[in-house]
């Protein structure tokens, strides 16, 4: 695709993402006028009150109007074929601009339909492979501190499990929070699938993201492990009848479907933590954060969610960022990222990453368990390395 037709996609989906937004307020507007006039109906409110609130929804209204003008598409339409008629019908150039001018016309129709559905159809879509860009990302918390994250950069393909790791502070949740869009950069800026994040579209954005947290306590509103799931589908507007089959199908993706009715209070931390990822797949996200999702579990239950991290990883249907302490984790990773004073250090694959011990003691990060054993037996003269994990290891040691 040339530039000049990305360009009129873009504007395209920007067109959809307003309509979307504004109608999102129309709605909010138009649901309060007429709590505002039921209200009124019991006396409950006066009529002044139910007079703003119908002040306001036609204001959105009228907002929504001048923004559902499609007329910059119409144009283009005009001027391809205006542009279409000086070209030579013989020449090489010919069937450039009639490619042109027929994706004019397209563009011009989908924005017909946009405003039609209220941008409803104009969900962000994925405009590339490309999960996350993150261009030259700064971030302080107050004016005149230093920056938690500090110039990162970094491209992350769709489908890659993905594991941050650092230091005590050195800034793996603020950058967490910044993809997840709860904080703004200060600098530069973030693509989630080829979408550019602003102040406008970051709702929409969301819808891409999925988050399960460190404690598995404070991750519950449902009385049961199906409310639980429900809950958020409730949010999302989901239609009910659509509800039981996907309710079940995540709690199979975590092998709780046999948990569906108990409390969720009553589970281990490991079954919690898998109930958490079941209530965030549910939402079908395309990028997972795991925000040390395991380090509050005992062993069993560490073992548990790894496992499932390591199925959701080998379907290649999600991008999950795993942020960690466990250093034996990032061996499941397909990239490591290493942050260390806000700055993202290095990037590259786990045997990349490990094959510099002395680099990662040096920003006081272990290395993990097995190649804690193979750097032993390197020092005894045997030499191993590389293994992925304590299986491997064994294999390896026995070949010797
Ligand atoms: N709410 C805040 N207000 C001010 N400074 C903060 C805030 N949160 C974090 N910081 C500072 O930002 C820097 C990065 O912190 P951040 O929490 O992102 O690190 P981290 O890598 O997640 O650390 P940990 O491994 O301890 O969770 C630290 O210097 C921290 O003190
Ligand atoms: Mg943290």
Known sequence: MSSANNNWTEKLNDFRLKLNEHNDKLVRASQ????????????EVDLEFVKSAEAEYKLIKNEFKEIANN??????????????????????????????????????????????????????????DIALKLDNIKFRYREGHPFAVNGVSVEIK???YVAIIGHNGSGKSTLSKIIIGVLQPTVGSIEVYGNKVTRNNINMIRKFLGIVFQNPDNQFIGSTVRDDIAF???????????????????????????????????????????????????????????DEATSMLDPKGKTEVKEIMVQLKNTREKTIFSITHDMDEILNADKVMVMNKGQLVKFGSPKEILSEKEFLRSIHLDIPFVAQIEEALQNEGIKISGSANLEELVKNICQK
């Open 32 to 43: 309060k006028m007429i709590i505002a006039r039921s209200k009124f109906s019991k006396r």
């Open 71 to 128: 007329d910059i598409f119409l144009k283009n339409v005009k001027e391809s074929k205006d542009k279409l008629k000086t070209v030579n019908k013989n020449s090489k150039e010919y069937w450039k601009v009639l490619e042109e001018y027929k994706l004019a016309v397209l563009i011009f129709k989908e924005s017909k339909v946009a405003i039609k559905d209220r941008g409803h159809g104009g969900q962000l879509v994925q405009l590339s």
């Open 158 to 160: 769709h489908g890659d």
């Open 232 to 290: 958020g589908l409730e949010n999302r507007r989901i239609a009910p009848s659509k509800m039981p089959d996907i309710i079940l199908d995540s709690a199979k993706k975590v092998r709780m479907e046999e948990f569906l009715d108990h409390e969720p209070l009553m589970l281990s931390g490991g079954q919690k933590q898998r109930v958490a990822i079941a209530s965030a797949l549910a939402l079908s996200p395309n990028i997972l954060i795991f």
